[in-house]
């Protein structure tokens, strides 16, 4: 069964360091997200992607924030310049075979811990 | 904030189907009911949506009243692997309507 893949499962990082999550979408999905999870915290929306350009993000996508699907099969999320608060499990998850937006799959995660 | 109420959690035994509630009294017309788990902080999992009609797959039934102010996700033989927390999550189908807003959910546990 397809599914998304996430890595690195777990990434430590100091304070300040740039950092890359990358991600595997299902084969001929449209739609991709990042989601994160705060310890002991809601899963939080993050950024949605269609069409080779941000459809939706929210407030907590700053401009440290970005992402990128470089070579059609990979989906990226950066952190320019990471804070302690940064710390989380981050989702990717990817929906979508045709124009309508139907069910996200997601991604087992990958836990950041900032230093 | 999410549109959707639902217990904090529920108890079900193991065996015995597991009805977890869903209130969406503001739900429009053209949103679908979503359903998730999130298994120990893995990532969450698509359990079933449905729009206005009752829907059944391999996991899960999903039943939404006429009105489509609620609605009830039914496991219907709960084993220990459905510990989780549920989400119900009210989303639009159409360009624009892309991220789930989760709430606290449902922590379900299923008891031996």
């Known amino acids: 069964e397809p599914e998304v893949t996430q890595t690195p499962s777990h990434q430590v990082t100091q304070m300040g360091q740039e950092v890359i999550l990358r991600c595997v979408p299902i084969?001929?999905?449209?739609?991709f997200y990042w989601y994160r999870q705060i310890l002991g915290q809601k899963v939080e929306f993050l950024v949605s992607f269609y069409n080779n350009e941000i459809s939706e993000k929210s407030e907590i996508f700053d401009d440290q924030f970005s992402v990128e699907r470089p070579d059609g099969s990979n989906f990226t999320l950066k952190i320019r310049s990471t804070k302690l608060e940064d710390s989380a499990m981050y989702f990717c998850?990817?929906?979508?075979?045709?124009?309508?937006?139907?069910?996200?799959?997601f991604g087992q995660g990958t836990r950041l811990t900032v230093v | 904030d999410a549109k959707t109420t639902q217990p904090t959690s529920m108890d079900c035994a193991e065996g015995r189907a597991a009805n977890l509630p869903c209130n969406h009294s503001t739900i429009s017309g053209n949103e679908y009911v979503y359903w998730y788990r999130q298994i120990h902080s893995q990532g969450p999992q698509y359990i079933i949506h449905?729009?206005?009609n009752n829907e059944t797959n391999e996991m899960a039934s999903l039943i939404i009243t006429e009105d489509r102010k609620s609605s009830t996700l039914i496991l219907p033989h709960a084993t220990l692997r459905d510990t989780a927390v549920y989400y119900c999550?009210?989303?639009?189908?159409?360009?624009?309507?892309?991220?789930?807003?989760f709430g606290k959910g449902t922590k379900l546990s299923v008891i031996p």
């Open positions: 084969s001929n999905h449209l739609y």
């Open positions: 998850a990817s929906g979508g075979r045709n124009e309508i937006n139907t069910e996200a799959f």
């Open positions: 449905g729009l206005k």
């Open positions: 999550i009210v989303r639009g189908n159409w360009a624009g309507s892309y991220q789930l807003t």
